[in-house]
């Protein structure tokens, strides 16, 4: 188990570590287009810090330039990586295999979001009920009065991201079969992951809470100084950078993942099969 993590993250910083003008090339168009339509639509940076609550028909220009981005990232990425195929310095390639693989990964994404949205809602009321009623009865100190909403907003975070993980990474296997040619449905995905699905959440889950983290405090400094301002278009920039990087790493684990699990998958076949 734990060999498997190793190995996966191993493999995962090597490739990523060693291809750095690769991953501006994959990133650079994209997050220029994405941040260009940010500052387009005018929407106040505080609307992203909760978008399923504060959703707007703005917000879907975006999220679909967005996905279309991350995928059309994680296809250029991993042919770029396993096939050695050419990226130009302005990547904004679409083609049958993008739009295939942006048809499943937004419902995959989707469905994720959906559902660690509304797990992670029930368990914040629940743990705001506890520690406010904690607090109401004198169990607590000034201090925790004084962080008790950030403190719930965190716990939202934490478990929003670990749900969130646990539906996506298993079913997204699919990215790097696809991106490079070959059949994999969703439920053969989530069946495939089975091998690797601890040392997938372990790696993806600091990832994603990381990048989480690092987003709501440059959109609060954003909202803060104001979105039209030098540091703030500078901070929107750094936003969808990081959005647009940590997805390559993502998707790089999801390759390490999958070759990893598809090896053992014909190792195992071919020990099933009887002595001739």
């Known amino acids: 188990m734990f060999a498997t993590t190793r190995q996966i993250l191993t493999e995962t910083l090597r490739v990523v570590s ?19 339509i940010f ?52 990547n904004l390639n679409l083609n049958s295999r993008y739009v295939r ?21 029930f368990y914040f009321h629940f743990f705001s009920i506890f520690y ?25 975070v934490f478990i929003f991201v670990c749900f969130f993980v646990l539906f996506h990474a298993p079913s997204s296997l699919v990215v790097p079969a696809i991106s490079l040619g070959r059949n994999l449905t969703i439920s053969q995905s989530v069946k495939l992951s089975q091998g ?15 990048m989480k983290i690092a987003i709501l405090f440059s959109l609060r400094f954003i909202a803060v100084i104001g979105l039209y301002s030098p540091l703030g278009i500078l901070f929107l920039f750094l936003v969808f950078a990081i959005l647009h990087v940590g997805s390559v790493v ?7 993942a999958y070759f990893l699990l598809r090896e053992r998958q014909a190792n195992a076949a071919q020990q099933a099969q009887p002595p001739v």
């Open 18 to 36: 060693s291809n750095p003008i690769l991953v501006v090339k994959v990133c650079g168009a994209w997050t220029v287009l994405s941040a260009m």
């Open 39 to 90: 500052l387009i639509t005018g929407i106040e940076p505080d609307d992203y810090l909760d978008i399923a609550s504060s959703f707007q028909l703005l917000h879907i220009p975006l999220m679909i330039i967005l996905m279309i981005g991350l995928t059309s990232g994680a296809v250029t990425w991993i042919r770029a990586i396993q096939l050695n195929e050419d990226v130009f310095w302005v």
């Open 101 to 121: 693989l942006f048809i499943i990964y937004s419902f995959v994404t989707l469905i994720s979001f959906g559902s660690a949205f509304t797990i992670s809602r």
């Open 132 to 156: 406010y009623g904690y607090l109401l009865k004198g169990g607590g100190s000034l201090v925790l009065f004084l962080i008790a909403d950030n403190l719930c907003y965190s716990f939202y």
């Open 196 to 210: 690797a699905r601890f040392s997938i959440f372990v790696l993806t889950a600091p990832l994603f809470l990381s």
């Open 250 to 256: 993502y998707v790089t684990l999801l390759t390490r």
